[in-house]
T-cell receptor, first 110, second 115 residues
Framework: GENVEQHPSTLSVQEGDSAVIKCTYS??????FPWYKQELGKRPQLIIDIRSNVGEKKDQRIAVTLNKTAKHFSLHITETQPEDSAVYFC?????????FGAGTRLTVKP | EAGVAQSPRYKIIEKRQSVAFWCNPISGHATLYWYQQILGQGPKLLIQFQNNGVVDDSQLPKDRFSAERLKGVDSTLKIQPAKLEDSAVYLC?????????????FGPGTRLTVL
């Protein structure tokens, strides 16, 4: 089955800096790659996603890039703010099979 | 719109006891998922329903876990008997349909502690 690896497991940045989280996947048939943000004690919420026919997608301060050949995708957050502090999960999906990475705990220091 | 509802929010039981969780998906969502999220890990899919049929239960420990979605709406997940390693947050999610690029909406989860 699909295996998703996520790095780093923790990331600490200063407010205003950029943050990058990287994921790799194993199944070349995966075609949908969402990113979820989970604040402490709350439910995961989708923040951005990308389909396999697109290389990059941007939404205000967040962007996701996908390299299908290398089977990796990344989340980029620019101009980080304290409210960006949370655990971020990447996922890779084909049809009904979605597998999540282990998560990255991002801390943005004011 | 109303989100995915789950109950209870917290449950503490002793090992070998039984427990059941309930989920009500977003109205009109045909697909329902149950995930297990162990502390410090990503959600792990246990079972996926499309209406009232099972699409994928390959990661469900069927010797102790069971789930049903009899009328294609609400769902229950049961553990019998519970083990210490079942301590986790159980998340329910729903999407309009399965496959492709359908966003999954998560409920608040049920935090289970097995003593």
């Amino acid at each position: 089955g699909e295996n998703v690896e996520q790095h780093p497991s923790t990331l600490s940045v200063q407010e205003g800096d950029s943050a990058v989280i990287k994921c790799t996947y194993s199944d070349s048939a995966s075609n949908y790659f969402p990113w979820y943000k989970q604040e402490l004690g709350k439910r995961p919420q989708l923040i951005i996603d990308i389909r396999s026919n697109v290389g990059e997608k941007k939404d205000q301060r967040i962007a996701v890039t996908l390299n299908k050949t290398a089977k990796h995708f990344s989340l980029h957050i620019t101009e980080t703010q304290p409210e960006d502090s949370a655990v971020y999960f990447c996922a890779a999906s084909k049809m009904h099979d979605m597998r999540f990475g282990a998560g990255t705990r991002l801390t943005v220091k004011p | 719109e109303a989100g995915v509802a789950q109950s209870p929010r917290y449950k503490i039981i002793e090992k070998r006891q039984s427990v059941a969780f309930w989920c009500n998906p977003i109205s009109g969502h045909a697909t329902l998922y149950w995930y297990q999220q162990i502390l410090g890990q990503g959600p792990k899919l246990l079972i996926q329903f499309q209406n009232n049929g099972v699409v994928d239960d390959s990661q469900l420990p069927k010797d102790r876990f069971s789930a049903e979605r009899l009328k294609g709406v609400d769902s229950t997940l049961k553990i019998q008997p519970a083990k210490l390693e079942d301590s986790a947050v159980y998340l329910c999610a729903s999407s309009l349909t399965s496959g492709g690029y359908n966003e999954q909406f998560f409920g608040p989860g049920t935090r289970l502690t097995v003593l």
